[in-house]
C-alpha cells in the first residue's frame, strides 16, 4: 500500500526545503506543485513530477490524476504539495482518496507556516488570512518554519494562535538552518501518523 503525505503552504513558507532537509536519505516519490520544487527534490527522489496547470476549479482534479500517475510507478511513499493558491481545497483533495482510493494509506495533513509573519497571515479578514485560518483548521500537523529566527515570547503566542483554530493539532517548530524539528517531521511522514480530519467518515 502506497503512503501519501501532504505536506502544504502559502508559496516562500519552506515546504519544499523542509522536505528536502528532513527526507534526504529517504526512498520517496514526490509531486510538487511548480518547476522550480520539483527541480529542489529531484536528485533526492525516485520519480518527481509537477502540477502543470494554476486552473482552480482543476486542483482536486489535477491532484487525483497526478497521484494515480505515480501510484502507477509503485512508489513506498509519495510526498505532495498540493497544488496553487487556492490552499483550503487540501482537505477535499485529500478526502477524494480517502473516501475512493482504499488502496493508499494517508499521512498527516500537514501546513507549513513561516514563524515570522504568522500574525499577519491569519486573518478572516482578508482572502490570504482565511485560506491560512482554513488549513490550520484542517490540517494534523503545524510545521512552523524558520525557527531560528523565534524566540521564547513568540513561541508561546504562535502555540495560542494555533490552538484558538485547531486544538488537535501538534506544533513542531522547524528550521533548516539548525535542523531543529527535522526529525520530528521526518518521523510524521515516514512513521505510523495518519490523516485524522477527514471531511467524510
Not at 53 to 80: G, H, T, W, Y
Not at 125 to 138: P, Y
Not at 163 to 177: G, L, P, Q, R
Request: a negative charge.
Amino acid at each position: 500500500m502506497m503512503r501519501l503525505v501532504a505536506v502544504c503552504g502559502i508559496p516562500g513558507s519552506g515546504k519544499t526545503s523542509i522536505i528536502r532537509e528532513s527526507c534526504n536519505g529517504v526512498k520517496f516519490s514526490f509531486i510538487a506543485n511548480n518547476p522550480e520544487s520539483q527541480d529542489m527534490i529531484a536528485d533526492i527522489s525516485e520519480n518527481s513530477d509537477n502540477f502543470p496547470f494554476k486552473s482552480p476549479c482543476a486542483r482536486i482534479r489535477q491532484f487525483q490524476f497526478r497521484v494515480d500517475m505515480m501510484k502507477e510507478k509503485n512508489p513506498e511513499l509519495l510526498i505532495a504539495e498540493p497544488p496553487g493558491n487556492c490552499l483550503e481545497v487540501s482537505s477535499p483533495m485529500l478526502n477524494q482518496i480517502y473516501v475512493n482510493d482504499k488502496s493508499i494509506s494517508l499521512g498527516p495533513l500537514m501546513t507549513v507556516i513561516d514563524g515570522c509573519n504568522i500574525d499577519k497571515e491569519i486573518s478572516k479578514r482578508t482572502t490570504e488570512g482565511l485560506r491560512m485560518f482554513n488549513m490550520i483548521d484542517e490540517s494534523d500537523v503545524i510545521v512552523i518554519s524558520h525557527s531560528d529566527l523565534i524566540d521564547d515570547e513568540r513561541r508561546a503566542f504562535i502555540k495560542g494562535e494555533v490552538s484558538k483554530i485547531n486544538t488537535d493539532a501538534e506544533v513542531i517548530f522547524c528550521s533548516v538552518v539548525t535542523g531543529e524539528g527535522m526529525d520530528s517531521v521526518k518521523e510524521r511522514i515516514t512513521g505510523d501518523y495518519s490523516y485524522t480530519r477527514p471531511l467524510w467518515n
